[in-house]
């Protein structure tokens, strides 16, 4: 059980500052047009309104074949242009939470979207800068005296069963303790001290994500990847054991932590009709864990006591960041191309079911 003595004072700045931060976030991403779009002359039919709406402008055809635009308005969080940096992102996104890490906060950045909207873009950055922030703050008089020490693990979900990223992609299994903990039977987790450190597993697992025999991009877009970090209180007496293990794992007790995943691409989730039998099988379980995750955050956003973090793999994983003091920030990437409109409205749908907010969200005006 948490003694008061195990974690710093909390002050009345970082109470206010706690309940400033919302449960969920829901922020849409746009990437610019690329050269091949360019080249064939693609119409951008993305508009972004303002910092929290865009409207979507759908080419269709009458039955007569005359053509028309059909628009779609959302309206969320915040809304990113083409020519937001990933710095803002950050600065939109992840930022806040950290300071609340260290208040027991669990907190889940997930990018959403097709393969090619720029999800792997968005997310690669953030855990560093996140990382950045976070020793920072250790640093500080009030939690070194507490000898906090930053860790990071690096997994990926695919096809229903996890794979360390960090450890030659040793297959990994869950485990619920008796207190309903779930934690992940030998998962590699590393101290990092600074942020070389950091960049150097990023790279490292990023790069064991794409060593499939189908090839980086086929292969990744059907996998999560999740990477985090985690904030514990240094046990003074060394642990022998090597397990990752749930609340008093290697290293000492679990004080806050933050996994940022970069989801599989969501059009994989409709390829549940593919002939080939194992892409049927991973297309169902991808459009399981996104149902799921959406259904587990809307529950969160309810404030419902029963979340249903048991429909996937994914949320079962995560299960400990969706009860409690959790925070969650929901990226949906989007490409602004005509050609990806039924995607991107398919993108804009989920982001707006996961946190309905909408003035007029997911209404057509033509
Ligand atoms: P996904 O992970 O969703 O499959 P990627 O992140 O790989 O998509 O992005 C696809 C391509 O678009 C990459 O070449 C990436 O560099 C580029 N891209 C994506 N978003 C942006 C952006 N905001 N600015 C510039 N390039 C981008």
Redesign the pocket.
Known sequence: TDTAAEFPPVDKENNARENNVAKIKVVVRK??V?KKEIARKEDDIVTVSDNASLIVHEPKLKVDLTAYVEKHEFCFDAVLD?HVTNDEVYRVTVQPIIPIIFQRTKATCFAY?Q????????MQPLPLRAAEDLMRLLHQPVYRSQKFKLWLSFFEIYGGKLFDLLSDRKKLCMREDGRQQVCIVGLQEFEVSDLQIVKEYIVRGNAARSTGSTGANEES?RSHAILQLVVKKHNEVKDSRQNNDGNDSKGGKVIGKISFIDLA?SERGADTTDNDRQTRIEGAEINKSLLALKECIRALDNDQIHIPFRGSKLTEVLRDSFVGNSRTVMIS?ISPNAGSCEHTLNTLRYADRVKSLSKSGNTKKD
């Open positions: 990437r610019p690329n083409e979207g393969t090619g909207s720029g999800k792997t873009y968005t877009s691409g990437c």
